[in-house]
């Protein structure tokens, strides 16, 4: 197997662009392909500061590797979601990747700053475990990265996620949120700008890079989400992927280039209706948010105001943070994409 | 009874390869010499959906493994909706 670039032995083959890559220019091509989806879809600018989702796994891990070797300042966020011995783990990876660089990590104890962990949660909100869990993040993500005055807050969803989620949301045809399926979600009250840089490379990509490039991750899965309907989504694509290398790539970006646009105006609406939540004053659509019930319900508590939603880790040099007052979304994006750190 | 037994080949003249799989965390044994296509076929696992490793590198589809490798098939798909 030879590279399709330098014809020196290739170390992966990626079917889908019909293509063998060496080392180096393995590496090239997957900062090619974050370079141009940030570009294609205005994600981010030059000096915007940027905060990244953070959970110890490949692809967070890898999208901070990225951003970083692309010449964006980038910050980490991670949220100890209390999943027992998970968590304790995943946390570590974090950390150490932060230390090893010399990076700012900000972190988030939810059972320590919440009064509740995800299986807590998820029991006493009757929800499943990984919405209990997505709802929780997407609140504190955007908390955080408002607090922080961060331009941009990151994520590692990759093309796999995305398709998955799309799978789910046609196979229901829950237009509500087909609108709103995209790399970019633009900042506006309440709300950071959120994007997805790796949206145009797959879970194996990312998992390669991180083992071409020497980062630990934490392989193991969650064990709330061993079973869930999304690894499924994933499982019956990739079948797909076998036989028809690309489908998942020209699902995806099929949908954004003639779909999505037919879905907007329903987001939109959605997204007119929101107030401000009585407790915390997130968007939401009703009086109090679904992440200040979930609290509720779980029996935890919200901080006292003023106190910051994340605070820096001392691993390495760290800068200081200032802390506007919060004003953080909560349970409106529900579903549009995981409130996965990937 | 060993693999390399049915061949006529007892396991202290001819070992297997040896394959880590995750989630949940075991060992299997496979005849080599076998290519990572084969491999794959053979416990029936999809390429799309994993990596194999050796020795901390990437080991591509048309590497042959010998009798004494030992690798690691890693499950790349994370879930967490």
Same mark, same amino acid.
């Given at each position: ?7 020196? /032995? ?20 997957? #900062? ?160 950071? #700008? ?5 949206? #145009? ?115 390495? /040099?760290?800068?200081? #943070? ?21 | ?81």
């Amino acid at each position: 197997m030879k590279c399709v670039v330098c014809k020196g /032995p290739a170390i992966i083959d990626i079917r889908r662009h019909n293509a063998n890559f060496c080392t180096d220019h393995f590496l090239e091509q997957c #900062r090619r392909q974050v370079a141009k989806a940030i570009d294609e879809f205005s994600m981010i600018e030059k000096d915007d500061r940027v905060l990244v989702a953070v959970s110890g796994g490949k692809d967070s891990l890898a999208v901070w590797d990225l951003l970083l070797d692309l010449g964006y300042q980038a910050d980490g966020l991670y949220i100890g979601l209390g999943i027992g011995g998970y968590s304790d783990v995943s946390g570590t990876y974090a950390r150490d990747f932060a230390e090893a660089r010399g990076l700012t990590l900000l972190e988030v104890d939810l059972p320590g700053a919440f009064g509740y962990d995800i299986p807590t949660g998820a029991r006493a909100a009757r929800r499943a475990p990984c919405s209990a869990c997505g709802l929780s993040k997407r609140h504190l993500f955007d908390a955080a990265a408002l607090e922080g005055g961060y331009d941009v807050l990151v994520t590692g969803h990759n093309l796999d996620d995305e398709a998955a989620v799309l799978f789910g949301n046609t196979l229901h045809w829950h237009t509500e949120y087909l609108g709103r399926q995209l790399p970019v979600l633009p900042a506006r009250d309440g709300f950071p #700008r959120k994007v997805k840089p790796l949206v #145009r490379l797959t879970e194996r990509e990312m998992a390669a890079y991180c083992v071409v490039r020497g980062i630990d991750y934490l392989v193991e899965e969650c064990p709330m989400a061993v079973g869930n309907r999304h690894l499924s989504y994933k499982a019956a694509l990739n079948d797909i992927e076998r036989s028809s290398p690309g489908a998942k790539h020209s699902f995806y970006f099929g949908f954004l280039d003639r779909a999505a646009v037919h879905f907007a105006p329903e987001a939109e609406a959605d997204r007119t209706e929101l107030g401000a939540c009585r407790t915390c004053g997130a968007p939401t659509t009703a009086e109090v948010c679904a992440f200040c019930r979930l609290v509720e319900r779980a029996g935890g508590s919200l901080p006292e105001a003023g106190t910051p939603t994340a605070v820096a880790v001392h691993l390495g /040099p760290t800068r200081t #943070r200032g802390t506007a007052e919060a004003e953080t979304d909560a349970g409106d994006e529900a579903v549009v994409s995981a409130g996965s750190t990937r | 009874m060993h693999p390399g037994a049915r061949r006529g080949l007892g396991p202290a003249i001819i070992d297997d390869v040896k394959v880590l799989l995750r989630n949940p965390r075991r060992e299997v044994e496979v005849p080599g010499p076998i290519t990572i296509v084969n491999l794959l076929a053979r416990l029936d696992v999809n390429r799309e959906s994993v990596l194999v490793i050796r020795g901390g590198e990437l080991v591509p589809g048309d590497a042959t493994l010998a009798d004494d490798d030992s690798v690691e098939i890693r499950p790349v798909i994370s879930g967490g909706a």
